[in-house]
């Protein structure tokens, strides 16, 4: 399966470098593209807790919060199947609305109030996922990174088995893993 995962990644990465750009911006949207798979990818190697309230097992309902290239992509993912459950996205403007969500993407804009954001669902089954500088070390779960021409991603082990949810270990083969409780 991880094969799978991997050739599918790599597909996707083709497909788009294979397009041929002459703007920066249009670099940005392919990024926001490819990191749009990712996050359908993460949620589909997460597992949550099965005791959730019947309206949260319905969908799976993928939020973000704050503006970026990102969480303008995300829509795109709207209405697909995942685990034979519909995928809702929703943008969500501030911490009360976050109940609803199984996974939750902070965008950069965010950074000021990440504490509140994380705070408040603390103990809770949301994936939380961050293109932020250290996300996974402030409490984030899955930190985006770039490394050179390649995106890269860090799991933050504790924060996600504190909070119910099991990641498959197809996926935490290819991050990289930390065990750090959160600073404060």
Do not use: H, P, W
């Given at each position: 399966m991880a094969t799978?995962?991997?050739?599918f990644i790599t597909m996707v990465m083709f497909s788009l470098f294979a397009m041929?750009?002459?703007?920066?911006?249009?670099?940005?949207?392919?990024?926001?593209?490819l990191k749009t798979v990712f996050i359908y990818n993460f949620a589909k190697f997460t597992r949550w807790p099965e005791n959730q309230p019947k309206t949260i097992q319905d969908a799976l309902t993928i939020c973000s919060i704050g503006?970026?290239?990102l969480t303008n992509n995300l829509p795109k993912l709207a209405g697909r199947v995942l685990r034979g459950k519909p995928?809702?996205?929703?943008?969500v403007?501030?911490?009360?609305?976050?109940?609803i969500c199984h996974v939750l993407y902070l965008a950069e804009s965010t950074q000021s109030r990440i504490q509140e954001v994380l705070q408040s669902i603390?103990?809770?089954p949301v994936l939380t996922i961050s293109?932020?500088?250290?996300?996974?070390?402030?409490?984030?779960?899955i930190e985006l990174t770039q490394d050179r021409d390649k995106l890269r991603f860090i799991i933050n082990l504790n924060n996600t088995q504190s909070s119910g949810l099991r990641l498959?270990?197809?996926?935490?083969?290819l991050a990289t893993i930390i065990n750090d409780e959160a600073e404060q």
């Open positions: 799978r995962l991997l050739t041929t750009t002459s703007a920066a911006q249009d670099s940005e949207l392919e990024a926001a593209l503006e970026d290239n995928i809702k996205i929703v943008k403007n501030d911490e009360s609305d976050l109940s603390k103990m809770k293109e932020m500088d250290r996300f996974s070390q402030y409490g984030g779960m498959s270990s197809r996926l935490l083969d």
